[in-house]
């Protein structure tokens, strides 16, 4: 089988940018924290499609473990280590509280970015 096309790649990652700025911006308790850690793999998977040509395996492990590093970093004050606890920037990429439900969170979205990328592949494929 061929590589896919990475338009759909681009698109998706794309739109789901759009969503993590109106999360970011409008959105509030559980769909900001937790809507937001599920859509950021999903969005970060897509993102690493289009840039790459890793299979969708290895794009969702390397989502994943980037993931459970940020919120590793949180668990350890890792943005008050490095003496950027208030800047608005580091918080909004790295975070700022450790929360075991953001792991069960970004386990979600890389097994639904590796779903999705599947079943587009099996579609392609046919």
Not at 13 to 26: E, P
Not at 96 to 121: E, N
Request: glycine share 10%; charged share 10%; proline share 3%.
């Amino acid at each position: 089988m061929t590589a896919p096309t990475r338009t759909p790649y681009a698109l998706v990652s794309g739109a789901l940018f759009i969503v993590l700025v109106l999360i970011a911006l409008f959105a509030s308790g559980g769909l900001r924290t937790h809507g937001g850690d599920l859509v950021v793999v999903v969005w970060m998977a897509a993102t690493l499609r289009m840039l790459t040509l890793w299979n969708v395996a290895l794009c969702g492990a390397i989502v994943l473990a980037i993931a459970f590093a940020v919120e590793a970093g949180q668990a350890i004050g890792l943005t008050a280590r490095l003496g950027l606890p208030d800047n608005a920037a580091t918080r909004l990429t790295l975070g700022h509280s450790f929360d075991p439900l953001d792991l069960i969170m970004y386990v979600c979205g890389a097994a639904a970015a590796v779903a999705l990328d599947t079943a587009y592949l099996k579609g392609r494929s046919s």
